[in-house]
């Protein structure tokens, strides 16, 4: 009989630093030192040049926003140190917090298919090919995921190319073209190479530092993002692999409110945050470049634009399915029960009716059964940030 143990998985290799981290049984928390640690270096770098604040820091930031709502004109100045880089900010700020939640994820999956296990929701077979395919694909996953750590170099050169392609689409059309003020196109462009040399990470001289650190920093927030992913789909891959092998129950006396499911609302509700701050960082790089540099970004658009309903739509579909089979098997079961309690009662007596009464309302109840892992008012939230930021990027690519 399998055990619970035999169907842990090993997210944590999917990188050397998580299962470093892993070792140490840290609190997850310490991850989010990365912000003040990232902020503290480009600090370091920026404040001996004087590109570390603006001269005039209120009076330009609030003006800045006012723009982006289109309450007022944007300002004329082009100096663009360090804390008026809000796209380098927001994505730093993002990159720790997905860290965390990366790991928390990590944690969850671990021990996810384990907690179905003893809780009486995922039921493996006792015996055969059936049961055999089901441990060789824990074992299949685990090894993707120790793949994946193995060839982290492969993930960090992509990270690199990924950050000398952003650099070079600032370099090619400029920088914070949406904060340009209102004018003629060439005019706006204009301004935005003017802004472009006055960036604190521009590829001029006297920002060689900064030219390093960003390239290194925005390398880093991507390679954060490639392996959180590629832990998602290995984690979803294996689920799926195991679906017509294994068989799913609930917990019909709903103790914890989604029927013996809150594990995976758990692990859900971290992974959804996650894009979501993926989402918002990526659409706040829309801030920096004009709609023509757009394209430039055009793998990580397309994957943040499908990966989030992905990261929704197909657990779910799992789950469904995974409900609609218990149900025909209750329901099968229910029957079949009755159907022999009844034959042990007289013809026309009150137990028989009764026993028919008793199985309607059973039969009715796993009709109806159904887990919910998310209330509305969550689901329309979590579709307002996405629509919104969806709806920010068409804009900018086709209203600028």
């Keep these: 009989m399998a055990s619970a143990h035999d169907l842990r998985l090993e997210p944590e290799k999917v990188d050397p630093f998580f299962r470093w981290f892993a070792h140490r049984r840290w609190h997850p928390a310490w991850l989010l030192l990365l912000f003040p640690a990232m902020f503290a270096v480009l600090a370091l770098v920026t404040a001996p040049k004087g590109q570390f604040v603006h001269a005039h820091p209120l009076q330009t930031y609030s003006r800045d926003l006012l723009h982006v709502l289109r309450v007022q004109d944007g300002s004329t100045d082009t100096d663009f140190p360090l804390l008026r880089d809000y796209p380098s900010l927001t994505c730093t700020a993002v990159a720790a917090a997905t860290l965390l939640l990366a790991f928390l994820n990590c944690r969850l999956m671990a021990t996810f298919a384990q907690e179905l296990h003893e809780g009486g929701l995922l039921l493996l077979p006792e015996q055969g090919q059936a049961r055999d395919e089901v441990l060789r694909a824990v074992r299949r996953t685990n090894l993707r995921f120790a793949r994946c750590g193995q060839f982290s170099w492969v993930v960090a050169l992509g990270s690199l190319a990924t950050a000398a392609l952003l650099m070079a689409a600032y370099r090619a059309g400029g920088a914070f073209f949406a904060l340009a003020p209102s004018g003629a196109e060439a005019e706006r462009r204009a301004w935005s190479k003017a802004a472009y040399t006055s960036w604190w990470a521009a590829l001029a001289p006297g920002h060689w530092a900064g030219v390093v650190v960003y390239g290194l920093f925005a390398a880093l927030i991507s390679y954060i993002m490639i392996k959180h992913n590629l832990m998602g789909i290995f984690f979803i891959l294996f689920f799926v692999a195991i679906r017509n092998r294994v068989t799913y129950g609930v917990d019909q006396g709903n103790t914890d409110g989604f029927y013996g499911w809150s594990p995976m609302r758990r692990l859900l509700g971290y992974v959804i945050f996650s894009l979501l701050l993926s989402v ?121």
């Design 280 to 400: 918002v960082a990526f659409s706040s790089l829309f801030i920096g470049m004009s709609a023509s540099e757009i394209p430039w970004t055009a793998p990580f658009l397309i994957l943040y634009l499908i990966a989030l309903p992905a990261y929704i739509l197909v657990p779910n579909r799992l789950l469904k399915s995974a409900m609609r089979d218990f149900r025909t098997c209750e329901i099968a079961s229910t029957r079949a029960e009755f159907a022999q309690a009844r034959d042990n009662c007289p013809p026309l007596s009150v137990d028989r009716f009764q026993l028919r009464e008793l199985e309607r309302a059973e039969l009715n109840h796993l009709r109806t059964l159904d887990v919910r892992l998310f209330k509305i008012k969550e689901l329309v939230a979590t579709a307002s940030v996405y629509l919104a930021s969806l709806v920010a990027t068409l804009a900018r690519i086709f209203m600028h």
